[in-house]
T-cell receptor, first 114, second 108 residues
Framework: DAGVIQSPRHEVTEMGQEVTLRCKPI?????LFWYRQTMMRGLELLIY????????DSGMPEDRFSAKMPNASFSTLKIQPSEPRDSAVYFC????????????FGQGTRLTVV | DAKTTQPNSMESNEEEPVHLPCNHS???????IHWYRQLPSQGPEYVIH???SNVNNRMASLAIAEDRKSSTLILHRATLRDAAVYYC?????????FGAGTQVVVTP
């Protein structure tokens, strides 16, 4: 397996634009996590899904952020409208829910909002 | 959410063991203890996890206190490639929430 695949790797956008980050989890994994990492706040859990259903979205900063998982092999994190303070590295991770074991992380998407 | 407490940083000499402590006094009976590390400019990487018993794998060992309120990650022989931020996390009902971690510096 190619691992967790995130796209794009880098994104530069202007303030006010819509941004969509994408994640393809490892085949067979049924838990998916979205994180945001900044120097100031570290690694923050934004939302996680089990079997494509959002379980906990308490980390989503505000209504401008939304996440979907339409099927087991694809998830999106959307920011609309984007703001400079959204600049960060966004990571996606997946694992087998029932095993409570290793989570595999993608390489991340570095988002810059100017 | 159950929280973990780790030292901000630790320094070790190359080829010496490193013991990274973690306190998790509010752990519940069903929480798993996970350790991840993050090398510069990379995503977090799994190291080891356990529930009650000590665990060993090719990367490290995990020693869990009998009351489960603390644990220690042991890197048996530190190499320069082990320089990273190490995170101790409680897997609480499937939720993996990272803290600030410990920056490990390995000196030749």
């Amino acid at each position: 397996d190619a691992g967790v695949i995130q796209s794009p790797r880098h994104e530069v956008t202007e303030m006010g634009q819509e941004v969509t980050l994408r994640c393809k989890p490892i085949s067979g994994h049924n838990s998916l996590f979205w994180y945001r990492q900044t120097m100031m706040r570290g690694l923050e859990l934004l939302i996680y899904f089990n079997n494509n259903v959002p379980i906990d979205d308490s980390g989503m900063p505000e209504d401008r952020f939304s996440a979907k998982m339409p099927n087991a092999s694809f998830s999106t994190l959307k920011i609309q409208p984007s703001e400079p303070r959204d600049s960060a590295v966004y990571f996606c991770a997946s694992r087998y829910r029932d095993r409570r074991g290793e989570a595999f992380f993608g390489q991340g998407t570095r988002l810059t909002v100017v | 959410d159950a929280k973990t407490t780790q030292p901000n940083s630790m320094e070790s000499n190359e080829e010496e063991p490193v013991h990274l402590p973690c306190n998790h006094s509010t752990i519940s009976g069903t929480d798993y203890i996970h350790w991840y590390r993050q090398l510069p400019s990379q995503g977090p990487e799994y190291v080891i996890h356990g529930l009650t018993s000590n665990v060993n794998n090719r990367m490290a060992s995990l020693a869990i206190a009998e009351d489960r309120k603390s644990s220690t990650l042991i890197l048996h022989r530190a190499t320069l490639r082990d320089a990273a931020v190490y995170y101790c996390i409680l897997d609480s009902w499937g939720k993996l929430q990272f803290g600030a971690g410990t920056q490990v510096v390995v000196t030749p």
